[in-house]
């Protein structure tokens, strides 16, 4: 495999492995993008802008937009779409459940869709925000990740149950509650979090929190062409994303470059941070009037515009070979994977598809497309949700991958490489 593959899996797997919730990712983008010398904004206060420089924003420390004005006249805006949330377990408030007077566990619910089954006996932590009292008697938020094996879902054994070979049906609120401890600690995780953050227990006033795989990244397979990991769907394609943009700085494009990535995507992205909220276009909307832009300039530059919506699509499965589409088996290291459905729930049509093949094939960078197997009934994203508020031509995209919605996921080596080449493409044009 060649260097430059590995290499930019190994730097995508240090940002999925620091990024343990969606408050993280959005947390290291920021650095990212300030590192590259992008300039925060605040919702609440004027955007003031000058052609030439890139800025973000984020909403609920869990989405952020970043844009970059063109030097010259601008002309449209190129947009990339990925999502911050993945599959989880969020704990609910009081969570310490003493059974028996044995053993302790965290009361949770499901965060999404996911497999379940892979969850148990992993070495599991916590991470999420807070937010605290302080002296002054305010309210701050915090960013909090225990970073250590703190707890556990562990399976009933084979001898106690002969039929779990067999097909089951979980129950998050009996078979999923991790075990944090022996007897009886209540409170235990609010004290944590108070040591964590260096204050008093009762100046926590309210946390979102959430388990997380702690089985480390890592490459494999013959030639490395796989690669392992926690949260890959969606954080390949909004590390990605930020990848492209931030590299994509010297470009000539006349266009305003954008990358949002959007919280709650799992849950149907129905949340003011969501993709279905009005983010992107208030952001849009508050780029026109700072360039002084009247009506009809913001409808040619809608016009003029283009979307990836960038989220990971299914591999064919060699064990499984009946799900797949019959006549386009897409996979790992295949190339930008390009998604269609008859039932939109993937934007592409012929005409944005055919546009930014065109834009793959121009930079000699490979592609594939993915179909639904007709009876197969697939899932959505957030393409089609956020074309609700910004209804701009657009192409569901990302790279082929195994075990989706899995604590542990599984990609290609080659396949960052090719999502960074296909979008830093389509933002230059």
């Not at 004290?191 to 100046?203: G, K, P, R, S, Y």
């Not at 997380?212 to 926690?230: H, K, L, P, V």
């Not at 598809?353 to 007709?374: C, D, H, M, R, T």
């Not at 995209?397 to 493409?425: R, V």
Request: hydrophobic content about 40%.
């Amino acid at each position: 495999m060649e260097q430059k593959y590995i290499e930019s899996t190994l730097e995508l797997i240090d940002f999925i492995q620091d990024s343990p919730s969606c408050y993280h990712v959005v947390a290291n983008a920021a650095s990212l993008l300030e590192n590259a010398g992008a300039i925060a904004l605040d919702e609440k206060k004027r955007f003031e802008l000058q052609a030439g420089n890139s800025y973000f924003v984020t909403r609920n420390s869990s989405s952020i937009i970043a844009f970059r004005i063109p030097e010259g006249e601008a002309t449209g805006y190129s947009i990339v779409a990925a999502h911050t949330d993945s599959p989880s377990f969020k704990i609910k408030e009081n969570p310490e459940i003493c059974t028996g007077g044995a053993y302790t566990t965290l009361n949770v619910e499901a965060y999404g869709g996911m497999l379940m089954a892979p969850w148990f006996d992993r070495p599991l932590s916590v991470a999420g925000r807070a937010f605290v009292r302080d002296e002054e008697g305010n309210v701050q938020e915090k960013l909090v990740n225990f970073d250590n094996d703190l707890c556990q879902i562990v399976n009933l054994c084979i001898h106690q149950n002969r039929d779990a070979n067999s097909g089951h049906e979980f129950k998050v609120q009996k078979e999923l509650l991790p075990i944090i401890g022996m007897g009886d600690r209540k409170g235990a995780l609010k004290a944590l979090v108070a040591e964590f953050l260096d204050v008093e227990v009762e100046d926590v006033v309210d946390t979102e929190l959430f388990l997380y795989n702690r089985t480390a990244g890592t490459i494999w397979g013959i030639d490395d062409e796989f690669f392992s990991c926690t949260k890959i769907d969606d954080l390949q394609c909004a590390f990605s994303a930020l990848k492209a943009f931030i590299n994509a700085e010297d470009s000539q494009s006349s266009k305003v470059q954008i990358v949002a990535l959007f919280d709650n995507e799992e849950v149907g992205s129905r949340t003011k941070q969501g993709a279905d909220s009005d983010f992107l276009s208030t952001v849009i909307a508050r780029i026109s009037a700072s360039m002084g832009w009247d009506y009809e300039k913001q409808c040619m530059m809608q016009a003029e515009s283009f979307m990836l919506s960038a989220d990971n699509g299914h591999s064919f499965h060699p064990n499984y070979p009946e799900k797949c589409d019959p006549t386009n088996h897409p996979v790992i290291n295949g190339g930008v994977l390009i998604k269609y459905a008859g039932n939109q729930r993937y934007t592409t049509d012929a005409q944005s598809g055919a546009y930014f093949k065109n834009i793959l094939k121009n930079a000699e960078v490979p592609y594939q497309v993915f179909f639904n197997n007709s009876s197969v009934s697939g899932g959505g994203t957030l393409g089609n949700i956020a074309m609700a508020h910004v209804s701009i031509p657009s192409v569901d995209i990302g790279a082929a991958q195994l075990a989706m919605h899995s604590p542990y996921e599984t990609a290609g080596t080659k396949d960052t490489c090719n999502l960074i080449e296909g979008m830093k493409a389509f933002y230059k044009v």
